[in-house]
T-cell receptor, first 113, second 111 residues
Framework: DTGVSQDPRHKITKRGQNVTFRCDPI?????LYWYRQTLGQGPEFLTY????????KSRLLSDRFSAERPKGSFSTLEIQRTEQGDSAMYLC???????????FGQGTRLTVV | SQKIEQNSEALNIQEGKTATLTCNYT??????LQWYRQDPGRGPVFLLL?????KEKRKERLKVTFDTTLKQSLFHITASQPADSATYLC??????????FGAGTQVVVTP
């Protein structure tokens, strides 16, 4: 097992385009998280899954953001009609359970031009 | 709503000294508290977990305390080294809750 994998590592897109990121968690990890991080800030919670169920989505998140985790394995995060303010590092993490350590991927850096 | 606060100013410290970081939380009672280290351009890496019934936890040169009365955790790096320079994040969690982080405190250890 090579840890949490995110794809792509970098994405440059034009404003108004849709983008989709993928996260492959560590196998058998039940929890999967998505975060957004900008320079000098801590990871901002976006959403999380317990197996295939999406348990919570940040109220700060607009309807342009959607995430899925079909069959409780990999997850995708889609941003529709991207805006320049969406430029950030998007991090994915997985953990066995709620009180165990989370393992992070390397992140996807999104730049909206 | 629940709030997590960490020192926003960078902590500059001389090699060999002890660095002490603070994490305060309000409006909830976490059952666990985790600390992570993050280097520039990389995802956070787990360091320590402490439970509400534990006052103190140690791992090598790291020590964490958890005071549920003060709603505070202290994170200590003893005998600090330049390689300890990074941003340190705390994450207090409810037993059923999500993993949510403070803004982090940057530590800079100079030789």
């Amino acid at each position: 097992d090579t840890g949490v994998s995110q794809d792509p590592r970098h994405k440059i897109t034009k404003r108004g385009q849709n983008v989709t990121f993928r996260c492959d968690p560590i196998s058998e990890h039940n929890r999967l998280y998505w975060y957004r991080q900008t320079l000098g800030q801590g990871p901002e919670f976006l959403t999380y899954f317990q197996n295939e169920a999406q348990l919570e989505k940040s109220r700060l998140l607009s309807d342009r953001f959607s995430a899925e985790r079909p069959k409780g394995s990999f997850s995708t995060l889609e941003i529709q009609r991207t805006e320049q303010g969406d430029s950030a590092m998007y991090l994915c993490a997985s953990s066995e359970d709620r009180d165990t350590e989370a393992f992070f991927g390397q992140g996807t850096r999104l730049t909206v031009v | 709503s629940q709030k997590i606060e960490q020192n926003s100013e960078a902590l500059n410290i001389q090699e060999g000294k002890t660095a002490t970081l603070t994490c305060n939380y309000t409006n909830y009672s976490p059952a666990y508290l985790q600390w992570y280290r993050q280097d520039p351009g990389r995802g956070p890496v787990f360091l320590l977990l402490i439970r509400e019934n534990e006052k103190e936890k140690r791992k090598e040169r790291l020590k964490v305390t958890f005071d549920t009365t003060l709603k505070q955790s202290l994170f200590h790096i003893t005998a600090s080294q330049p390689a300890d320079s990074a941003t340190y994040l705390c994450a207090p969690l409810r037993s059923w809750g999500k993993l949510q982080f403070g803004a982090g405190t940057q530590v800079v250890v100079t030789p």
